[in-house]
């Protein structure tokens, strides 16, 4: 009876120690479960933030949501907090989703979920919100901009966060400015600058600024077109390139500058036109007919704005009407003229070269003669008197012609 017994409190001792560890183990499941699960959110000012927390497990513990300053916003499904623009998606004891609507910049920070077991548990959400930058202005354009200037382009853009990129660009071709800026709350004011200095071939360019930012799906972009006045300049285009009596001559005075310099006014030889019948005036352009001798000449055009005045002369020469005419234009000629450098360089070679070889040929000459007489005096140095020297002089010259040297 007392061997049954003990049996029996052995085997109840066992089973108090499998339930206890099962109640255990089941203890430790459940509180691994019941744990809160966020994650950090990134929104667009303006936009709407929904923040979800959630737990896998959880025996009936609700689930709290606070704002970075520890305002309670939802407990469970009840609002704690009085602002319209919070709102409550889901509530249930697995979920606690909210809505924050117009989110601004003020709404950034820590989120805290808690789940209200025994210690509560809690975790962090970071709500990010990035401030849009405005719309960028430049200022700085002079219009008109005068030749020579130099100005400052300043590309501005408010409220950016993080801080926008700027860039610039000369009509489609980048170029570099000098960006800073500066913190205004959390958010920044963004400025770049473009310094040059203006010539006639900015005139009608178009400088952009370029507002690049995360926020941003397509760049913000903002155009000014330079318009800057210069002194004009002007020439002459003429239609024929060899004129011939009876034919007809164009010309035209090509004007560049701005404003247009106008009126255009023709000359010939420093006074007006002398025929104004066949020469004929229609704005820029001289046409003459039928040309004869009489229009050979310099015709010269002037025009000019309030910043200068410019002229283009062209010289006429009118060949006869069966003449083949020159090979080239004599304006062309004129205009460039001859290369003199050229011509003398070779002129001097030539001549250079000329009195070497007159040096070398008198030398020549002068040490090679052509025949000579050896020892024609032979024999007249050793007579006794002036007689006998004269006859051996004479007797040598009979036979000078068997002494002569020759020397090639």
């Known amino acids: 009876m007392i061997v049954k017994q003990h049996l029996i409190f052995i085997l109840y001792s066992l089973c108090a120690n499998v339930f206890k560890v099962a109640g255990t183990k089941s203890k430790a499941k459940g509180s691994q479960g019941q744990f809160p699960i966020t994650q950090n959110v990134t929104v667009v000012e303006g936009a709407t933030a929904n923040m979800t927390c959630r737990v896998d497990y959880n025996d009936n513990t609700s689930l709290q949501w606070s704002n970075p300053a520890q305002q309670t916003l939802f407990f469970g499904d009840k609002k704690a907090l009085r602002d319209h623009r919070i709102e409550l998606v889901r509530a249930s004891w697995q979920e606690l989703t909210i809505k924050i609507s117009d989110v601004s910049l003020s709404d950034e920070g820590q989120y805290t979920c808690s789940l209200f077991t025994m210690p509560v548990k809690t975790t962090k959400a970071f709500l990010t919100v990035l401030g849009v930058p405005g719309r960028p202005e430049i200022t700085g354009f002079t219009k008109p901009a005068m030749e020579g200037d130099v100005i400052t382009l300043t590309c501005t853009t408010l409220g950016s966060k993080p801080a926008a990129n700027i860039r610039w660009f000369r009509n489609d071709k980048e170029v570099q400015g000098t960006t800073k800026m500066n913190a205004t709350g959390k958010s920044f004011t963004v400025w770049s600058s473009l310094q040059f200095q203006v010539d006639r071939r900015d005139d009608g360019v ?26 004009p300049h002007l020439e002459i285009t003429h239609s024929l390139i060899i004129p011939q009596e009876g034919q007809y001559l164009k010309l035209e005075c090509v004007s560049i500058g701005n404003p247009i310099p ?71 000629l004129g205009q460039h003229g001859p290369d003199h450098a050229l011509i003398g360089g070779v002129v001097a070679v030539v001549v250079f070269i000329t ?30 008197d002036a007689d006998t020297a004269i006859i051996n002089a004479e007797g040598n010259h009979v036979h000078a012609e068997e002494k002569k040297e020759y020397f090639i």
């Open 206 to 231: 178009a400088y952009t600024c370029s507002v690049e930012h995360i926020s941003l799906s397509s760049p913000y972009m903002t155009t000014e077109v330079l318009e800057v006045h210069y002194a």
């Open 262 to 332: 106008e009126p255009v006014l023709w000359s010939k030889d420093g006074g007006e036109l002398p025929d104004i019948e066949r020469m004929i005036v229609e704005g820029r352009e001289l046409t003459i007919t039928t040309l004869n001798k009489t229009d050979n000449g310099t015709y010269r055009c002037e025009a000019s704005n309030h910043l200068g005045t410019s002229s283009a002369e062209y010289i006429l020469f009118v060949y006869a009407k069966d003449f083949p005419g020159p090979t080239t234009d004599p304006n062309a």
């Open 355 to 384: 009195l070497c070889l007159i040096i070398v040929l008198g030398r020549y000459l002068a040490r090679h003669k052509g025949t000579y007489l050896t020892h024609e005096a032979k024999g007249a140095e050793d007579a006794p």
